[in-house]
C-alpha cells in the first residue's frame, strides 16, 4: 500500500474542487522523509529531507526546497514537508534542505554559506539524480522568504559555490517555486546577495505566491521580480492573495485554508509546465 494518497490531477478540476481534494488528504500524510547526509560543513553535517513516489516507472521530476527563518542558524527543513508528500502523491520527489544559517550579525547577515549550501544540495540531487530516479531536465526549486531568496539565488546568483563542490555539475533549475520570496534582502544583508539584480537572460521561469499585505517582504519585491523576468524574456507569474500577510501559505496542522489554496494553485501551475504528463 501506498504511504502517499493516490492523486489524479486534471486540469479541469476548478481550483475550489482541488482544495477540498487535498484537505481530504491531511490526516493520511504522516509519514517521514528519507533522511541523507549531502555535505559536511565543519563538525555539522547537513542532510536533504527526501519523499519519493513509491512507484517510478521512468525517472520522476523533483523539486529542491529550501525553508524560511531570515537564514536563522537554528533554521529546520520542514517547512515544506507537507508539499513533499502532497507531491510524492503525484509522482514527484521532493527534497528539503538543511542549510547553515546567516553570520554576523541579525541587522548586516552573512549569508554566503547559506546559498554555498544551497548550490551544494542542487548539485547533490544531480549527481544522484540516477539512484532517486529524477529526471535532470525537470528539477525546480522552492521556497519560502529566506528560502525563497535561496531558491532564486540557486537560480540567479553567480558565484557563492563550495569550493568542495564538483563544479562541473550545471546549475539550471528548471522551474522556480517562490513563496513570498525576499528576492531583495539587501536591507538586511548588505549588497551582492540579491538575485532581483542578478536576473538574467535564459533564466528559469517562475511562479510567486505572495501576500498583499505582507510586510516581512512588501509584495513590491514580487512585482519587481516579475518585471526584472519580463525584460530579459522570462515568465514570471505572481499570484496576489488578498488580505494575506507573511507565511500565510504555511501548513500549521491544516488549518489554514491558503495552504490549501496556494498548493492548489502551485499545482495547476506545475500541470501546465509538464510536470504530471510523462
Known amino acids: 500500500m501506498s504511504p502517499y494518497p493516490k492523486i489524479k490531477l486534471n486540469m479541469k478540476l476548478s481550483i475550489s474542487l482541488l482544495i477540498v481534494l487535498l484537505s481530504s488528504f491531511n490526516i493520511s500524510l504522516a509519514q517521514d522523509p528519507e533522511v541523507v547526509i549531502y555535505k559536511k560543513a565543519g563538525d555539522r553535517e547537513l542532510a536533504v529531507h527526501i519523499f519519493k513516489p513509491e512507484k517510478q516507472d521512468s525517472p520522476s521530476p523533483a523539486v529542491v526546497w529550501y525553508h524560511g527563518g ?39 547577515r552573512d549569508i554566503s554559506n547559506c546559498i554555498a549550501d544551497a548550490k551544494s544540495a542542487f548539485r547533490w540531487v544531480k549527481a544522484h539524480a540516477k539512484e532517486l530516479n529524477i529526471d535532470t531536465d525537470r528539477i525546480a526549486v522552492g521556497g519560502g522568504s529566506a528560502g525563497g531568496h535561496l531558491a532564486a539565488a540557486v537560480a540567479t546568483l ?91 501559505f504555511n501548513y500549521r496542522a491544516g488549518r489554514i485554508p491558503h495552504y490549501y489554496k496556494t498548493v492548489g494553485d502551485m499545482l495547476v501551475y506545475l500541470e501546465k509546465h509538464g510536470y504530471f504528463t510523462k
Not at 502523491?89 to 541579525?106: F, H, K, T
Not at 516581512?216 to 525584460?231: F, G, L, N, S
Request: charged share 20%; aromatic share 10%; net charge neutral.
Open 70 to 108: 531570515g537564514w536563522n542558524p537554528k533554521g529546520r527543513a520542514g517547512q515544506f514537508f507537507e508539499h513533499g508528500k502532497i507531491l510524492a502523491g503525484l509522482g514527484v520527489v521532493s527534497i528539503s534542505v538543511d542549510y547553515r544559517g546567516y553570520e554576523g550579525i541579525a541587522e548586516n
Open 158 to 248: 553567480p558565484g557563492y559555490d563550495d569550493s568542495k563542490d564538483d563544479l562541473s555539475i550545471k546549475i539550471n533549475p528548471c522551474l522556480q517555486l517562490l513563496f513570498n520570496p525576499a528576492v531583495d534582502p539587501s536591507k538586511v544583508t548588505g549588497d551582492g546577495f540579491s538575485p532581483l539584480h542578478t536576473v538574467k537572460k535564459g533564466i528559469s521561469p517562475a511562479v510567486i505566491f505572495h501576500g498583499k499585505a505582507d510586510t516581512t517582504v512588501p509584495i513590491t519585491q514580487a512585482y519587481d521580480y516579475q518585471r526584472a523576468m519580463d525584460k530579459v524574456g522570462s515568465k514570471c507569474t505572481l499570484f496576489a492573495y488578498e488580505g494575506q500577510s507573511h507565511g500565510f
